[in-house]
């Protein structure tokens, strides 16, 4: 999926929006980095998660893509999710010192703590099985934190306005809207 054409990104949106309709909520994990396809895909969400891990590469990938999103598009609500710390502190250590730059060098943007993703072996282990960590761990420390993850996501999807981004605008143009004027 690294090399969608516009109709084959266009048809992706399309059938997000037929999700939407079956289901309260839908998250799209789509990768690092500021590629035209993470972009475009970021544009088309409602709400942004960026996931970093303690790592200075994932940071450094996290503040390009708030930067470009902000800067390019005007972007200026995210939410971070701090991923393989070994506890909250650690988390908030990261979140605190990505916040302090991107408030100096871009001031206006809304960057919210989704919270964090602990480390983990229990997790590891279920990577490995293909199983999901909270119904075959569901006790493990990185189950709660994705129980908790979830809380706020349904909760965050309830409180959120619509943004009016690029997939309001497609919806229109595919619907024939903006040829009769409106």
Not at 23 to 51: C, P, Q, T
Not at 80 to 105: C, H, P, Q, T
Not at 106 to 130: E, H, N
Request: aromatic content about 10%; some cysteine; proline content about 3%.
């Amino acid at each position: 999926m690294t090399h969608l054409t516009e109709g084959q990104k266009i048809n992706l949106l399309t059938e997000f929006d037929i999700l939407s309709n079956i289901f309260d909520l839908v998250l799209i994990d789509i990768g690092a980095g500021i590629s035209s396809n993470v972009i475009y895909f970021n544009l088309a969400a409602d709400e942004r998660i960026v996931v970093v891990t303690p790592e200075p590469t994932s940071i450094t990938d996290a503040y390009a893509l708030i930067k470009v999103m902000f800067s390019q598009y005007g972007t200026k609500s995210f939410s971070l999710l701090i991923n393989m710390v070994k506890d909250e502190k650690e988390a908030r250590s990261v979140y605190g010192g990505l916040s302090k730059v991107i408030e100096r060098f871009m001031g206006r943007i809304s960057l919210d703590y989704a919270g964090f993703i602990p480390w983990d072996s229990r997790l590891q282990d279920a990577v490995s099985m293909r199983k999901l960590v909270v119904c075959h761990y569901p006790a493990a420390s990185s189950a709660e934190s994705f129980r908790e993850l979830a809380r706020k996501v349904v909760l965050l999807d309830k409180e959120m306005p619509v943004d009016g981004n690029i997939k309001f605008f497609w919806r229109r143009l595919l619907s024939g809207e903006m040829e009769q004027g409106q």
